[in-house]
């Protein structure tokens, strides 16, 4: 079975998704996911999505998911390089991904998670209600 590499810099984990995904692939994507941020304690995850051309309602949903579950692990998520197709397909759907960051590419996507991750470090980790 394949898998998406997932790189640990810092106290960060990178995405980058570079091939077509299906609803196996992001199913084991969250699950690796989530495995490596108990595992390395990781503040933060920039998802790099650049390479999407398309994504349907499920893999929609599993983003919002992935961010929601890394979220109660003690990590923000990021997601980075959404090509304009795609977001019309995700607003079309009816899907805000909600909890969701999102930045136009990594390095401000790195930027953002450095900021949110500085920012909870003053307020103690508090999580604010949505």
Do not use: C, W, Y
């Given at each position: 079975?394949?898998?998406?590499?997932?790189?640990?810099?810092?106290?960060?984990?990178?995405?980058?998704?570079?091939?077509?995904?299906?609803?196996?692939?992001?199913?084991?994507?969250?699950?690796?996911?989530?495995?490596?941020?108990?595992?390395?304690?990781?503040?933060?995850?920039?998802?790099?999505?650049?390479?999407?051309?398309?994504?349907?309602?499920?893999?929609?949903?599993?983003?919002?998911?992935?961010?929601?579950?890394?979220?109660?692990?003690?990590?923000?998520?990021?997601?980075?390089?959404?090509?304009?197709?795609?977001?019309?397909?995700?607003?079309?759907?009816?899907?805000?991904?909600?909890?969701?960051?999102?930045?136009?590419?990594?390095?401000?996507?790195?930027?953002?998670?450095?900021?949110?991750?500085?920012?909870?470090?003053d307020d103690g980790g508090a999580v604010e209600p949505e």
């Amino acid at each position: 079975m394949e898998h998406i590499p997932i790189l640990k810099m810092g106290e960060f984990l990178l995405v980058t998704i570079q091939v077509d995904m299906h609803d196996r692939l992001v199913t084991a994507l969250q699950e690796d996911l989530t495995d490596r941020i108990a595992a390395t304690l990781a503040r933060g995850v920039l998802i790099d999505i650049s390479s999407l051309q398309m994504v349907d309602s499920f893999i929609g949903r599993m983003l919002g998911n992935i961010a929601g579950m890394s979220r109660v692990l003690g990590a923000e998520t990021v997601v980075v390089g959404m090509q304009p197709s795609v977001a019309i397909t995700l607003v079309e759907l009816g899907l805000s991904l909600r909890g969701v960051r999102t930045a136009l590419d990594v390095e401000k996507g790195m930027d953002l998670l450095r900021a949110v991750v500085e920012q909870d470090g003053d307020d103690g980790g508090a999580v604010e209600p949505e």
